[in-house]
Every structure is written in structure tokens, then in C-alpha cells.
């Protein structure tokens, strides 16, 4: 509306269009009102991304860490193992020479047991 519009218009005109313009702005601050808290909640929605970023990364590193202590365990298993192979191997190749030092010591005690019941046969 013009200048000239205005003037010819009465009070109750006047006050009709001002009190809807009022409304409108009322309208109008609501709707800024509603698009900054939009915009809020999508800074916080970013903060929020950003954290669950930074949460991804640490889990991501636990995950790494515990993959790295299971591999770590899995060498000093098969270290174990090795050890425990080679301690059987000893094991065994000892008892064997204890079995032939056993086995020769029976022969040896039977020989004697038989030349001494010859004697004894003889005497």
C-alpha cells in the first residue's frame, strides 16, 4: 500500500491492518523462532556425529588392540607347544636310553645268575 493509500484509510481500517500485521509478525517469529531451534538441533545432530566418529575410532582401536593381544597369545601358545614337543622328544629319547641301559643291565645281571647257578650246579 502507498503513502497516499494509507492516509485515506479510517482509524478502524487502520488498526484492522495493524493488528494484522502484528498477527503476521507473531507468525513470523514463530517461524524463526522454530528454524533456529532447527538449526540448533542439527549442530548438536553434527556435535553428535562427530562424537559417535570419535567413539567409532576408539572402538575401532580396542578392536585393534585386541586383536594385536590375540595374536600375541597365539604366539606364545604355539611357542608353548613347540617347547612342550621338544621337552616330549628329550623326554622320550632318554627314557629309551634308560630302557637300553635297563635292558642291558638285565642281561648282564642274567648271565651272571646263570654262570653263578652253574657253579652252584657244579660245586
Not at 69 to 78: G, M, P, S
Amino acid at each position: 500500500m502507498t503513502e497516499r493509500e494509507l492516509k485515506k484509510l479510517s482509524r478502524v481500517e487502520l488498526l484492522e491492518l495493524l493488528i494484522e500485521q502484528t498477527e503476521r509478525n507473531e507468525e513470523l517469529e514463530q517461524k524463526v523462532a522454530a528454524m533456529e531451534q532447527q538449526l540448533y538441533d542439527k549442530r548438536i545432530d553434527t556435535k553428535e556425529i562427530g562424537t559417535l566418529a570419535e567413539a567409532c575410532l576408539k572402538v575401532n582401536k580396542i578392536f585393534e588392540a585386541a586383536d594385536a593381544a590375540a595374536e600375541q597369545y597365539l604366539e606364545n601358545i604355539k611357542e608353548c607347544d613347540e617347547k612342550c614337543k621338544a621337552m616330549i622328544a628329550e623326554t622320550e629319547s632318554r627314557c629309551a636310553e634308560m630302557e637300553k641301559a635297563a635292558e642291558a643291565k638285565v642281561v648282564a645281571l642274567k648271565e651272571e645268575v646263570d654262570k653263578l647257578s652253574v657253579k652252584w650246579i657244579k660245586n
